[in-house]
């Protein structure tokens, strides 16, 4: 059975630390996503990445992706509130079809 | 700036009852798909289409019946609406499919079943 794990599910932190979201997924694929969902809000797309060792970064987010490990990684530097949000990984396995993770929630305090 | 168009937003359904989930977009996308959100679950895909006339199921297709007549619309059917059915529907869209893009959502419809 195919599974996306992420972990941690819940991160609280403070303002200006730094800290790694981790996915783990069970099956091979070279095209992984990431999204961020406000509360009570739809889904926005971070990054798509596309290929082994690919590695994007937006302000204060950046993604990598190791398709032999099976294991992306969201890595936030010097958090600010803004960024409390919940993050999902998805995988696509077979085209078309995306597998999410469970999401992370992150709470930065003040 | 349309994007994404659900309807309903909110829904209350008794046992037993049907009814259908609109999604509309309008980027001439030919990817579309349907998700349910659950707590502590992520998103499960219910199903996708990439075109106009052809459907495939995805993790948890059943109780849901859908049709791609139009490439604009990708309506969501309960046939016999059941408690386990209660959820956060969304309807997401995406240009292509090599490289597959990021998909676009739609806002959500949340549904109660009683």
């Known amino acids: 059975e195919l599974k996306v794990e992420q972990n941690p599910l819940f991160l609280s932190m403070q303002e200006g630390k730094n800290y790694t979201i981790y996915c783990n997924y069970s099956t091979t694929s070279d095209r992984l996503y990431w999204y961020r969902q406000d509360p009570g809000k739809s889904l926005e797309s971070l990054f798509v990445?596309?290929?082994?060792?690919a590695v994007k970064q937006e302000g204060r987010l950046m993604a990598s992706l190791d398709t032999k490990a099976r294991l992306s990684t969201l890595h936030i530097t010097a958090a600010v509130h803004d960024l409390s949000a919940t993050y999902f990984c998805a995988v696509d396995y077979v085209t078309g079809k995306l597998i999410f993770g469970q999401g992370t929630t992150l709470q930065v305090k003040p | 700036n349309a994007g994404v168009t659900q309807t309903p937003k909110f829904q209350v359904l008794k046992t037993g009852q049907s009814m259908t989930l609109q999604c509309a977009q309008d980027m001439n996308h030919e990817y579309m798909s349907w998700y349910r959100q659950d707590p502590g679950m992520g998103l499960r895909l219910i199903h996708y289409?990439?075109?106009?006339?052809?459907?495939d199921q995805g993790e948890v297709p059943n109780g849901y019946n859908v049709s791609r007549s139009t490439t604009e619309d990708f309506p969501l059917r309960l046939l016999s609406a059941a408690p386990s059915q209660t959820s956060v529907y969304f309807c997401?869209?995406?240009?292509?499919?090599?490289?597959?893009?990021?998909?676009?959502f739609g806002d959500g419809t949340r549904l109660s079943i009683l």
């Open positions: 990445l596309l290929s082994n060792g």
């Open positions: 289409s990439v075109g106009a006339g052809i459907t």
């Open positions: 997401a869209s995406s240009e292509g499919l090599s490289p597959f893009q990021p998909q676009h």
